[in-house]
């Protein structure tokens, strides 16, 4: 088990660029977060997969964003158009969930760094 | 609205004392999880403890411990015999399903 992986791990881009992200969940499991990290603050949920359906976006999650997992494996967060605003530490994280309870442990990528200039 | 407070924003305790830092919890949910979690300076999100909302008693985990009190929605996490790797951020979350973090406690030791 090699952990939630992410790549690129920094990204630097001009303002109005198109960017994506890409992450790989640890393997047996089925569930795929993005969170948003600001500096300073703690990281704020922006969208979940459960297998390939995406089960929830957060309002956070403006129109320019998009996220994919076509085969239920790895996962896609593309911003289109980047504003200066949309810099900050994007998290992936995956855990499993039996369906009958609660989901297990969330765990984390290392994540990718985005800084929009 | 499922919400994580931490009213610390930055602690400090010497090397081998013990520290103990506080996160309250808004939900209406009765089964749930509860983590504190560790991320240093430019560093991965490390979970440190876990803890079932269903079980009373208390989860530990080698120098981390944490007093989970469901009815007061109260979950603090003390660390023991505190060393210098201990330095980071620490954030209280609340998972049903997606990890809602609180505002993190900037935690110092000092040698």
């Known amino acids: 088990d090699t952990g939630v992986s992410q790549d690129p791990r920094h990204k630097i881009t001009k303002r109005g660029q198109n960017v994506t992200f890409r992450c790989d969940p640890i393997s047996e499991h089925n569930r795929l977060y993005w969170y948003r990290q600001t500096l300073g603050q703690g990281p704020e949920f922006l969208t979940y997969?459960?297998?390939?359906?995406?089960?929830?976006k957060s309002r956070l999650l403006s129109d320019r964003f998009s996220a994919e997992r076509p085969k239920g494996s790895f996962s896609t967060l593309e911003i289109q158009r980047t504003e200066q605003g949309d810099s900050a530490m994007y998290l992936c994280a995956s855990s499993y969930c039996p369906g009958t309870s609660v989901c297990e442990t969330q765990y984390f990528g290392p994540g990718t760094r985005l800084l929009v200039l | 609205a499922q919400t994580v407070t931490q009213s610390q924003p930055e602690m400090s305790v010497q090397e081998a004392e013990t520290v103990t830092l506080s996160c309250t919890y808004d939900?209406?949910?009765?089964?749930?999880?509860l983590f504190w979690y560790k991320q240093p300076p430019s560093r991965q999100m490390i979970l440190v403890i876990r803890?079932?909302?269903?079980?009373?008693q208390n989860a530990t985990e080698n120098r981390f411990s944490v007093n989970f009190q469901k009815a007061a929605k109260s979950f603090s996490l003390k660390i023991s015999d505190s060393q210098l790797g201990d330095a980071a951020m620490y954030f209280c979350?609340?998972?049903?399903?997606?990890?809602?973090f609180g505002p993190g406690t900037s935690l110092s030791v000092i040698p």
């Open positions: 997969f459960q297998n390939e359906a995406q089960l929830e």
């Open positions: 803890q079932e909302a269903y079980k009373q």
């Open positions: 979350a609340y998972a049903p399903d997606k990890v809602i």
């Open positions: 939900t209406s949910e009765s089964d749930y999880y």
